[in-house]
């Protein structure tokens, strides 16, 4: 019984999972635009400044004879980005664009299957928006589909997000997912009307697909691992000082940005906020403006991100639509306890008030109270903060590639 899994960029959920099939004797083949493995070229090139970027296409040696590259169309993008090339990489329509490399890695899959099939490969595992192709092929020859979806469903999003633009007109330029075709939406569903069975992140996503119209293939939880835990983590006083709160994501509304400016403006100099992320949009007056008045770093290496959320004492993550959100499971690992929403996996990780904070999405008031609630009884960050520890180190990311491969082998049966 084998599987092929594919990924286009190899994101710690694909890696593990391929990982997983692996260690069950279960992998036929990890499809990818770019890897890295160790002593090869492309290793040796990713310490040169310039090709830094492929650093984070590191893979585990073992995985290395499973693993079939196609890596011109991301390589491409990755170039395109940095020379500037803004048309090259534009949505959906550029030659280098996110999309063209999903569909050129799909297209891959696709035109390897029949022989895959014959090789013995009986399930393709894909992930949103780069499904469609290998699943149409599956279908012809008689190999199952495995979906994955990372974030939750195109029109629950819609449905939810919607009043954002009214709730705040200022920020709506942030909430890009309404850029997306119709084109590409159908594409959405028809990958979801042709899986066999459909896997998620978080019980939130998995209701987010009661929005879809027609008849859906069983669905599985599994939720995402966590990272190593760190071995001591220190908590300061906050006797004399500002409370020191830490976002991290995309700069959009979606991620409920608005309501952190908000609360924070409101609770006033009891706290000091930084933000770690890029625009989602280059005009935002709205955005800009409440930037100007904190700590804001458009980047950092995925080292220094863990490091600055040792350095701060809850990390703020106000989502309105996540199907995850592994910045949550990140902080955990390190000790830094988090307020996050009901519409991320904040429930399916978090036990309100003893590993971290649950509050209702969209709203400004929860997210301030709670904050209030902290800056009266500091007491309850370390307390939750060493909860968060035990929590991460009981769910490594190999007991999720464990479940997932476990979970995929028990499908095909």
């Not at 694909?14 to 635009?33: C, H, I, P, V």
């Not at 939750?152 to 890009?176: D, F, H, I, Q």
């Not at 978080?202 to 879809?212: M, N, Q, R, W």
């Not at 403006?265 to 989602?280: A, P, Y």
Request: charged share 25%; hydrophobic share 40%; with cysteine.
């Amino acid at each position: 019984m084998k599987v092929i899994i594919s990924h286009p960029t190899g994101n710690s959920f694909s890696r593990y999972a391929a990982k997983g099939l692996l260690d069950d004797e279960a992998l036929q083949a990890f499809y990818t635009t770019v890897a890295t493995f160790p002593d090869t070229i492309v290793d040796r090139i990713s310490n040169f400044n310039s090709f830094s970027d492929l650093k984070r296409r590191k893979y585990d040696p073992q995985l290395k004879p499973f693993t079939k590259v196609w890596p011109w169309r991301e390589l491409g993008r990755m170039a395109a980005g940095k020379a500037g090339m803004s048309t090259l990489v534009k949505h959906e329509y550029g030659m280098f664009s996110v999309d063209a490399v999903y569909k050129s890695i799909d297209k891959r899959v696709a035109a390897d299957l029949k022989r895959s099939a014959s090789g013995g490969a009986i399930g393709v595992y894909a992930y949103e928006d780069g499904a469609l192709y290998s699943f149409i092929e599956a279908k012809k020859i008689g190999v199952s589909c495995l979906y994955d979806l990372p974030i939750g469903y195109w029109k629950s999003a819609r449905n939810l997000l919607k009043a954002e633009v009214e709730r705040w007109p200022e920020y709506a330029s942030t909430l890009t997912g309404f850029r997306d075709s119709i084109e590409k939406l159908e594409r959405k569903d028809e990958e979801l009307r042709l899986a066999d069975r459909i896997f998620v992140a978080s019980s939130f996503t998995a209701k987010t697909l009661e929005d879809y119209a027609g008849q859906l293939a069983p669905i599985e939880v599994i939720p995402y691992g966590f990272p190593p835990v760190i071995e001591k983590r220190t908590y300061l006083d906050t006797t004399n000082r500002p409370l020191r709160l830490l976002f991290v994501g995309g700069l959009s509304q979606r991620k409920g940005i608005a309501d952190l400016f908000a609360a924070v403006k409101n609770i006033g100099d009891k706290v000091e906020l930084t933000v770690v992320g890029r625009k989602t949009s280059a005009e935002c007056p709205a955005l800009d403006a409440a930037l100007g008045l904190h700590k804001w770093i458009p980047s950092l290496p995925h080292d220094k991100v863990l490091l600055l959320m040792q350095d701060h004492d809850v990390l703020i993550f106000p989502s309105l639509f996540e199907g995850f959100g592994m910045v949550i499971t990140e902080a955990m690992s390190q000790g830094t306890p988090v307020i996050t929403t009901d519409r991320t996996a904040g429930p399916d990780l978090i036990i309100h008030d003893e590993n971290g904070w649950i509050i209702e999405a969209g709203s400004t008031s929860a997210l301030q109270e709670q904050i209030e609630r902290l800056i009266n009884n500091p007491e309850r960050i370390s307390i939750n903060g060493k909860a968060a520890m035990e929590t991460a180190k009981k769910r490594p990311w190999s007991t999720y590639g464990k479940e997932l491969s476990k979970a995929i082998i028990k499908s095909l049966k």
